[in-house]
C-alpha cells in the first residue's frame, strides 16, 4: 500500500505510451535551466495539471532523442480516487502534445515499478531499401537504396543470444556500471519494401541497438562473416565496431514484464 503525505492510499497507474521522438531530446527529464523537451517532461506537466501538484512518472527505461516509441511503459501515483483508470486516457491526452499519445491506462499492484519489473524490451529498427521513400516515411526509417543479403545479416545476429560483455558496443559517456546484457533473440525480417531489424533483451547500453545494427551492416556490406562479427564482439574495442544507425528508424517497440 502506498500513502500519500496526509495519510490518503494513493493508487498506482500503469500507463502505455506511444510517442514520436522526432522533436524530442530524449526520454528522460532534462534539468529545469534546460530548454530541452523531452517526453518525461510533456507527460509530467500534463499530470501535474491534471493534480494541481508535481506527481514523479516512472518510464521502463530512458530512449535517445530522435527515437520513437510504440509501446514504453510508465507509472505514477494518484490520490484521484473517483476516476476509473481507463478515464485517465482521455484525461491526459487532451492535455498532450499530439506526438505523444496514451494507448492504455490500468490500475496495477501497489508496488509495480515500470523500470525494475520489466523483464524484457524489445525495439525493432525499420530500414527502406528501396530506390526512393516516400517523404512522409523519412523520419521513421533508414534508408539502404539497396537490399541486403538476410541470411548474412541473421548469420551475424544470431551471435546476440544469452549473456554476453556488450562493451563493444558502449557509447563514449556510458556511465553503466556493467556492460553485461542478456539477449533473448534478435534478427531481421522483410516487411514489403522495408527489412526490420528486431532484438530483445533484459536491458540495453546507451546507444546499442544503434551500434549493433551499424555494425552488422557494415560487416554484410563488406562481405564479412559470422566470425567476423564474433571477433569484432570478444574484443570488447569500441573501435573495431561500425557506425551507429541514425536514431529516426529506431522503435522501442514493447516491454514485457
Known amino acids: 500500500m502506498t500513502v ?12 502505455d505510451i506511444s510517442y514520436d521522438g522526432t522533436n524530442f531530446a ?3 527529464k532534462q534539468s529545469a535551466s534546460s530548454a530541452a523537451r523531452t517526453v518525461q517532461g510533456e507527460l509530467e506537466a500534463a499530470l501535474f495539471r491534471l493534480h494541481k501538484k508535481s506527481i514523479p512518472l516512472i518510464g521502463s527505461g530512458r530512449t535517445d532523442a530522435g527515437v520513437h516509441a510504440a509501446g514504453q511503459v510508465a507509472n505514477f501515483h494518484t490520490d484521484i480516487a473517483a476516476m476509473p483508470a481507463e478515464r485517465f486516457v482521455p484525461a491526459l491526452n487532451s492535455l498532450l502534445p499530439p506526438d505523444v499519445r496514451i494507448l492504455r491506462a490500468q490500475e496495477v499492484q501497489p508496488g509495480f515499478h515500470a523500470r525494475f519489473d520489466a523483464r524484457e524490451r524489445t525495439y525493432r529498427y525499420f530500414l527502406d531499401c528501396s530506390v526512393s521513400v516516400p517523404a512522409y516515411e523519412l523520419p521513421y526509417c533508414w534508408p539502404l537504396f539497396r537490399r541486403p543479403d538476410v541470411r548474412r545479416l541473421n548469420s551475424m545476429a544470431s551471435v546476440l543470444h544469452g549473456e554476453m560483455d556488450c562493451s563493444v558496443f558502449a557509447a563514449a559517456g ?6 553485461s546484457r542478456f539477449f533473448y533473440r534478435a534478427g ?3 516487411e514489403g519494401r522495408k527489412l526490420v ?3 530483445s533483451a533484459n536491458a540495453f547500453l546507451w546507444k546499442m541497438v544503434r551500434s549493433i545494427l551499424g555494425t552488422i551492416l557494415d560487416l554484410e556490406k563488406k562481405g564479412a562473416s559470422r566470425e567476423d562479427f564474433i571477433r569484432i564482439v ?12 541514425p536514431a ?3 522503435f522501442l517497440w514493447n516491454i514485457r514484464y
Do not use: V
Open 248 to 250: 529516426k528508424g529506431l
Open 174 to 179: 556510458d556511465k553503466s556500471f556493467s556492460k
Open 26 to 28: 530524449g526520454w528522460q
Open 4 to 15: 500519500s503525505a496526509d495519510g490518503g492510499i494513493l493508487r498506482n497507474i500503469r500507463l
Open 197 to 199: 531489424f528486431q532484438i
Open 188 to 190: 531481421f525480417f522483410p
Open 234 to 245: 570478444k574484443s570488447g574495442r569500441r573501435s573495431l565496431a561500425g557506425q551507429t544507425a
